[in-house]
């Protein structure tokens, strides 16, 4: 069990990155989609704001179905809409289109965090939850 453990907290570790670090690998990209776009600088920010709300609303909307269906096909859904909206990003040829994918991007990834943090609540309970949420921080 001490090695389910741990392939759960490396699991949710990596799940757990994929939302925060596509949300911050674009920052830097911002001033080139807004040239490649022929778009104005604070029009391709919506890329990042309406990520933020996206991963906000993932979390919020989708735990609750996770309880329901249960973590695994909750948590494969999700990284599902994620590997969409980043296969979508990558065709976009408009601002419009590329804010749709990263919509559905952020979301997926905001949903497979909030079924994962669920699933090490479930896996430790209340007392050791929050050292192994800590450990799935850490390694990030």
């Given at each position: 069990?001490?090695?389910?453990?741990?392939?759960?907290?490396?699991?949710?570790?990596?799940?757990?990155?994929?939302?925060?670090?596509?949300?911050?690998?674009?920052?830097?990209?911002?001033?080139?989609?807004?040239?490649?776009?022929?778009?104005?600088?604070?029009?391709?920010?919506?890329?990042?704001?309406?990520?933020?709300?996206?991963?906000?609303?993932?979390?919020?909307?989708?735990?609750?179905?996770?309880?329901?269906?249960?973590?695994?096909?909750i948590v494969l859904l999700?990284?599902?809409?994620?590997?969409?909206?980043?296969?979508?990003?990558?065709?976009?040829?408009?601002?419009?289109?590329?804010?749709?994918?990263r919509i559905v991007q952020?979301?997926?990834?905001?949903?497979?965090?909030?079924?994962?943090?669920?699933?090490?609540?479930?896996?430790?309970?209340?007392?050791?939850?929050?050292?192994?949420?800590?450990?799935?921080?850490?390694?990030?």
């Amino acid at each position: 069990t001490r090695d389910a453990s741990r392939r759960l907290i490396a699991g949710s570790a990596i799940i757990g990155s994929i939302g925060t670090f596509s949300l911050h690998v674009l920052l830097p990209a911002l001033p080139a989609i807004a040239v490649a776009l022929d778009v104005a600088p604070h029009s391709a920010q919506l890329l990042i704001s309406l990520s933020i709300l996206s991963i906000a609303l993932g979390n919020l909307m989708v735990a609750p179905l996770s309880d329901r269906y249960g973590r695994r096909p909750i948590v494969l859904l999700s990284l599902g809409l994620f590997v969409l909206g980043s296969a979508a990003g990558i065709f976009a040829k408009s601002l419009g289109w590329l804010v749709a994918a990263r919509i559905v991007q952020a979301f997926g990834g905001g949903a497979a965090m909030s079924v994962m943090r669920a699933t090490i609540l479930d896996h430790f309970g209340p007392a050791r939850a929050a050292s192994a949420l800590a450990a799935c921080r850490a390694s990030r």
